[in-house]
């Protein structure tokens, strides 16, 4: 054993050279990437032209700009908005690489949005990149739009940095509906599952020389099978919120019968719960939402120290709640006939042997499904006043 | 005996638990998804019975031939000529794994982070660390994977728990939708890796307190069987039916975690999980390789072999598939059959083998 260690011990400082002169091959590094070649996406929009080409749509930020915004709170506008056209979005990149001279780093991309044309045509086109691209994340807000994707990213926001961000911010709001490339691909994947997926639309601000164009979420898009089909608006998407079990801060304004003015309450905390029952052959959901809240303003000439006052809105709020589901549901599943909020998985869930046979014909079962919606509300607090201000005592319904 | 070191039984659980579940943890759930669907975190369960199995087997022919590799009581069992076959059998045999492994490794480093660098040099470059951890011997590489295996764990840990807010337990009904044969076909994955518990027989002989190690390999067994639960209980909580068609679901997960905007992108913690587990796994692989083959040539020490072996693995990782559909391909549909036979299932022919002769040979005597 000791004699052949001996020749390695006469050759040590020839082994250290060696070794020394194999660090010259670490600045050889293939995949290095430095943040002068770089430029970060932030966020992509993929629309469908006439011709039916993919039109790619990036907004992009420069590394040091970013770092420098952050120190200068009123900094200038610093995205800029790209575009080219291919024929495959790995083609579109491609050409539009050729208009960037820098390397577009996908890595810290927020937000994507696809424009009407294209989910109308088929999402699959666009969704099988996003989730095959090894840059890709899962986590990044997926939009829809009728307007050219384009025209969203060339908007200039006033309070976030980048039309992308406004984008990320409105989503977590939570007063719309939020969805990820992953919930969308868990969608596509499942034939009898469908998805709503918020609409973004530009909206002027500011008036006269300040007219600005800024972002808005209005409704949704509802994609059935993969393709989008109808949109909704505002006010159905609440409903869809609460069917969803995905609300979580919502104001729902109420006006009592026999009361004048109004009272609004936010929302502290709620939940959904789902209970199928196939009896006689018939599929029936009973649906059971809770939700707690907070008066916020009192415009009425209520009282809310008086409990019965209290029970009074409870019913009224509940009888909103109820009312605001009843209308997405008579949206969505009697005349859009989309499960978008995967009924099919809860009776899946619950009755697996039934549903291997039903899923077939699942399209004639879902409108059919009887649904019976029961709210329950309390009021946890009347705010940080009593009695409502600026009405004489007299004026005060006991 | 050519390696003189000794390690304890805990120290060879230690080591055991990344030798299996390295590449398991990031290749096995979408495989098991394809098959089992949503009861694929009951397929491990199914898959351990083997691994029990593979380490009573290997622990029952260590009693019978005490101090002697696999390599070594084939002969003594099956007579000189047909002994040396048997070992060649099994030297190929975990060549071609070793290269396998090798090849995984590679593929996902180059797949998800280094698309422009040559195959080449990291198969090369993890080859050389494996070669100098195997060259320092039993112990160097027993107290390497106590260095590596308490950060692959807790590296899986933390994974599964910044997961753990955006899990959605719901998707675990409906258990047995289809009956228990796809829970059952899933497992045939998961049993291929718990076959290559078989590599104690190589280390069964170094142990300082060998009356634990039947305890020991078999704790190993259990929190193998445990991870690959998690793990494919998180994969489908996130995913749901999806996982199935993502490569590296483990992988897919760790990106998917965002907490508060600012623990995000957290691919390299994965990565750090799968570098620190894949040396370990396969420094185990290759030290049973480079010793087998010197006990199989009768050489008075293993290190010679080291080096060659290496090169040769390079070669076997880069044969071992033209691109990694290939790969995959052949671990998915092969290596269920391939691992198992000759982990599992020929050892227990030698098992048995070994028990008759020996009823054979008392009743001569009596």
């Not at chain 1, 000791?2 to 670490?26: A, D, G, W």
């Not at chain 1, 780093?105 to 989730?131: C, K, N, P, V, Y």
Request: glycine share 6%.
């Amino acid at each position: 054993m000791s004699s052949s260690r001996e020749p390695t011990s006469r050759l040590k400082p020839l082994f250290l050279l060696l070794m020394c002169c194999s660090l010259l091959l670490l600045s050889a590094c293939w995949d290095r990437v430095e943040v002068n070649d770089i430029v970060f996406v932030l966020g992509a929009g993929l629309h469908e032209t006439e011709d039916g080409m993919i039109e790619l749509s990036i907004e992009m930020v420069l590394p040091q700009q970013e770092v420098g915004a952050d120190a200068e709170a009123d900094s200038e506008l610093s995205t800029y908005v790209e575009a080219a056209e291919g024929r495959t979005i790995m083609d579109a990149i491609a050409n539009l690489q050729q208009k960037v001279p820098r390397e577009l780093f996908w890595g810290q991309m927020s937000t994507t949005i696809i424009s009407e044309s294209l989910a109308e045509s088929g999402m699959q086109r666009a969704m099988d990149f996003l989730a095959r691209h090894p840059g890709a994340r899962l986590r990044k807000h997926i939009f829809i739009t009728q307007e050219d994707p384009v025209e969203i990213f060339s908007t200039a926001p006033h309070l976030e940095q980048s039309a992308s961000d406004t984008m990320k911010e409105l989503a977590r709001m939570q007063l719309g509906i939020e969805v990820d490339i992953l919930e969308l691909l868990k969608a596509m994947d499942e034939e009898s599952i469908d998805i709503a997926v918020p609409l973004i639309e530009t909206t002027p601000i500011g008036q006269g020389k300040n007219e600005k164009q800024d972002l808005q979420i209005n409704g949704a898009a509802i994609i059935k099978q993969g393709h989008m089909t109808n949109t909704i608006n505002m006010k159905a998407t609440r409903g869809v919120l609460w069917l969803k079990d995905e609300v979580e801060e919502t104001i729902v304004t109420i006006s009592p019968e026999d009361v004048e003015g109004r009272l609004t309450m936010k929302m502290a905390q709620s939940s959904t719960s789902f209970t199928p029952e196939i009896h006689n052959g018939k599929w029936r959901l009973h649906i059971y939402a809770k939700s707690e809240d907070d008066i916020f303003e009192n415009a009425s000439h209520l009282d809310p120290g008086d409990p019965d006052t209290i029970a009074m809105l409870e019913q009224e709020l509940a009888a909103e709640i109820k009312e605001r589901m009843e209308l997405a549901l008579q949206i969505i599943q009697k005349d859009i006939q989309a499960d978008v909020f995967h009924f099919g998985e809860i009776f899946r869930r619950h009755y697996p042997d039934q549903w291997k046979e039903a899923k077939l014909h699942w399209d004639e079962i879902y409108p059919e499904i009887e649904v019976n919606i029961e709210v329950e509300t309390t009021v946890n607090r009347p705010g940080m006043t009593v009695e409502p201000i600026g009405i004489p005592k007299g004026e005060v319904e006991e | 005996m050519i390696e003189q070191g000794k390690i304890s039984s805990l120290q060879m659980a230690i080591f055991m638990y990344p030798a299996i579940i390295a590449t398991g943890v990031l290749l096995i759930p979408s495989i098991t998804a394809v098959h089992a669907g949503r009861d694929m975190w009951i397929s491990p369960i199914w898959g351990s019975f083997i691994g029990f199995a593979t380490v009573y087997i290997a622990y029952k022919l260590h009693t019978q031939y005490p101090g002697k590799t696999v390599i070594q009581y084939s002969e003594d069992i099956l007579g000189k000529l047909l002994g040396k076959m048997l070992g060649l059998i099994y030297l190929l045999f975990y060549l071609h794994i070793t290269g396998i492994v090798l090849r995984e490794y590679s593929e996902f480093i180059l797949g998800i982070f280094f698309l422009h660098t040559p195959i080449i040099v990291i198969l090369g470059s993890m080859i050389l660390v494996g070669a100098f951890a195997v060259r320092g011997g039993v112990e160097v590489i027993a107290r390497a994977s106590q260095i590596c295996t308490p950060i692959v764990v807790i590296l899986l840990l933390s994974v599964f728990i910044f997961l753990s807010q955006d899990l959605e337990p719901r998707y675990i009904l409906p258990i047995f939708e289809e009956g228990i044969t796809p829970s059952l076909k899933g497992a045939l994955t998961h049993q291929a890796w718990f076959s290559e518990f078989f590599l104690i027989s190589f280390f069964l002989p170094f142990l300082a307190d060998g009356e634990k190690s039947l305890k020991w390999s078999f704790i190993s067994v259990v929190f193998v069987m445990l991870t690959f639960i998690t793990a494919n209980l998180s994969a489908l909580f996130l995913f749901g039916d999806l996982t199935a068609k993502f490569l590296y679901p483990l992988m897919s997960a760790a990106r998917y975690i965002s907490i508060a905007d600012f623990i995000e992108q957290l691919e390299s913690l994965v990565m750090a999980i799968w570098v620190a587990g894949a040396f370990v796994k396969l420094s185990v692989f290759y030290y049973a390789l480079s010793l087998g083959t010197a006990q199989w040539l009768n050489l008075s020490e293993y290190k010679s072999t080291v080096f060659p072996l290496g090169i040769l693995l390079v070669v076997v990782a880069i044969w071992s598939g033209d691109n990694l559909t290939e790969v995959k391909e052949t671990v998915g549909t092969l290596g269920p059959f391939y691992l198992t036979s000759l982990q599992t299932v020929l050892p227990l022919i030698l098992l048995l083998f070994v028990l008759v002769k020996k009823k054979v040979q008392k009743g001569a005597k009596g």
